[in-house]
Structure formats: C-alpha cells, structure tokens
C-alpha cells in the first residue's frame, strides 16, 4: 500500500481566479473603447490615447491568459514528479533520482505606490535542482495542498525516499487581506462592466 500514496497538489484556485479576473476586466474596458468609438474620431490625441488604453489593457489580458496556462497540477509518487499544465495538455514526469538538490525559499509579491511598498502576499517557494544543470520553482501561491508537497519534496533527496503525511502548524504562505479586497473590487468592477454592456447592446438603435 506504501507504493500506491501519492500527494496531489491541484491548481490554486487564487490564482485561476486573478487569471479570468485580468482577462474578463481587460477585454471589457477594450470593448468599451472600440464601441464608443475612441479609434473612430476626428481627433488625433482621442484616437493616440484609445490605442495606448488598448494596448495597456490587452498586454493586462495577455498577462492574465498567462496565468491560466501555466496553473500546475502537481503529482508526488515514491518514484516520480509529475508536472501537469492542464490548459496546455502538457505533462512532465521526472524521476525522483534526477533531483539534485531540494530547497524552500521566501516568496512575496508585493504593491508599490507613493514610494512605499506592501505586501499583498507572503509564502515560501519550493526550488528543485537537477543533476542535468536545470531548474523548477513550485510556489505556494500556484498549489493547493503545498505544505505535504514541500514537506516530503525536502525529504526527497534522501537515500531511501517515501512519502509520509504531514500535518503541521506552520503557515506556508498568507494571502493579504488587501489581495482579498483588491480581487473582490476586481470582480464586482468586472461584472458590472459586463453587465452595463449587455444592456448598452440590447438598448434599441
């Protein structure tokens, strides 16, 4: 039965959710552009300022696809790392004795404005060394599950690995109340715009 335990790391829902968020609020602020015709005008600065907003706003979307696609589902056997990507029907599967080296890292992402900086998020990175001179970092933002994944990967490069359940009182990673604020603001935003351009269309000519 030992052989057949596996940890299973699964897409971080946060994560998925800042990824439709930036492509729903982005697509909406472009589609409001081009149908109050700001490329359409007479005025150069109007048209110049249109494509600059776009461009912004698509680069923003460009991010947020980004985020969709490189969502992890992470896989730990007794034998093997299994990297799942399931927007990009990729899979990579490594071999628990190509691990090198196994380390955890501090992992932030933070906001700057008026010259000071705040936290947003605070967690730790899981840093995977190969004998092949190569590299992955897992982030406690990007799985669920993450402190059982960090626990035994630590473990991993050990001379007799099995993977053990652990469950304990240290935080792996602390999402910001101001994240919570910013991503709720970010979809009430959203929906509204949607909404006020369905009824802007179905509004007769």
Known sequence: MQDDIKIIANPSLFQVAIGLIAIL????????IYAGGGLNGNDDTI????????SLFCCFALL?????????????????????????????????????KVRI???NIK????????????????????FELKKIAITSLEVSN????????????????RIRAYEGNK???????????????????????IIALINKNMQPT
């Open 47 to 54: 048209i110049l300022a249109s494509k600059i907003m776009i």
């Open 25 to 32: 609020f982005s697509g909406s602020f472009v589609f409001m």
């Open 111 to 130: 906001h700057s404005r008026n010259f000071s900086e705040n936290e947003i998020y605070t967690g730790t990175k899981i840093v995977i060394e190969f």
């Open 105 to 107: 890292e501090k992992y």
């Open 146 to 161: 993450y402190k059982n994944l960090a626990h035994n990967l630590k473990n991993s490069t050990n001379s007799y690995f």
């Open 64 to 100: 947020g696809l980004y985020l969709l696609l490189v969502t992890k589902k992470i896989i730990l056997t007794n034998d093997q790392l299994i990297i799942r990507y399931p927007l990009l029907f990729k899979t990579k599967e490594i071999d628990i004795e190509e691990i090198k």
């Open 171 to 193: 935080n792996y990673g602390e999402t910001k109340f101001i994240a919570y604020t910013w991503l709720v603001f970010c979809l009430l935003l959203t929906f509204g715009l």
